[in-house]
T-cell receptor, first 113, second 114 residues
Framework: GQQLNQSPQSMFIQEGEDVSMNCTSSSIFNTWLWYKQDPGEGPVLLIALYKAGELTSNGRLTAQFGITRKDSFLNISASIPSDVGIYFCAALNYGGSQGNLIFGKGTKLSVKP | NAGVTQTPKFQVLKTGQSMTLQCAQDMNHEYMSWYRQDPGMGLRLIHYSVGAGITDQGEVPNGYNVSRSTTEDFPLRLLSAAPSQTSVYFC?????????????FGSGTRLTVV
């Protein structure tokens, strides 16, 4: 079946650092989404991307929809403590060949001890 | 507040017991789904529904039943709980299965089967 390969699995951040994570697939999608999950809560949508090559920002977050439609990345600039949590990429195809939203396995952001 | 409501938040079951996880949404969404989240496994789809009276299996349906008698509610039933079903369960909803706006998630039910 379709799979999203998300990396890294985990990373430690120090306040002020920039963070990058990415998601790849062997399948083509026409929608890529990035979610964040805080401890004890459900995932919340951060950014949605609908067009190949599209670059979209939401505050300190920037995400891009890969030109091949098989990948996406998320950058967080100048990280702050409240950025810790699990970030999930997700993808689907809307329109004719609809499928359910599928998820990567997540990138866990923690604060450096 | 409008959204997806899941109950209970926590539950401990003994092996072999049955229970129903409740999910309700007040956004008039046609699509509803259940995911389970296990460490390192991400979110895996159990069952989904594209409207009242219509349900279908996802990636990991074994051991779970669903029904959709109303637009608002989509309960998940465990007929005979097993330790392998220890997980965090999330209900999600959206206007349609392939919506460009993604899905709205509930806050989850943490289930432990002993």
């Amino acid at each position: 079946g379709q799979q999203l390969n998300q990396s890294p699995q985990s990373m430690f951040i120090q306040e002020g650092e920039d963070v990058s994570m990415n998601c790849t697939s062997s399948s083509i999608f026409n929608t890529w989404l990035w979610y964040k999950q805080d401890p004890g809560e459900g995932p919340v949508l951060l950014i949605a991307l609908y067009k190949a090559g599209e670059l979209t920002s939401n505050g300190r977050l920037t995400a891009q929809f890969g030109i091949t439609r098989k990948d996406s990345f998320l950058n967080i600039s100048a990280s702050i403590p409240s950025d810790v949590g699990i970030y999930f990429c997700a993808a689907l195809n809307y329109g004719g060949s609809q499928g359910n939203l599928i998820f990567g396995k997540g990138t866990k952001l923690s604060v450096k001890p | 507040n409008a959204g997806v409501t899941q109950t209970p938040k926590f539950q401990v079951l003994k092996t072999g017991q049955s229970m129903t996880l409740q999910c309700a949404q007040d956004m008039n969404h046609e699509y509803m789904s259940w995911y389970r989240q296990d460490p390192g496994m991400g979110l895996r789809l159990i069952h989904y529904s594209v409207g009242a009276g219509i349900t279908d299996q996802g990636e990991v349906p074994n051991g779970y039943n669903v029904s959709r008698s109303t637009t608002e509610d989509f309960p998940l039933r465990l007929l005979s709980a097993a330790p392998s079903q220890t997980s965090v369960y999330f209900c999600a909803s959206s206007y349609s299965r392939g919506t460009i706006y993604g899905y709205t998630f509930g806050s989850g039910t943490r289930l432990t089967v002993v």
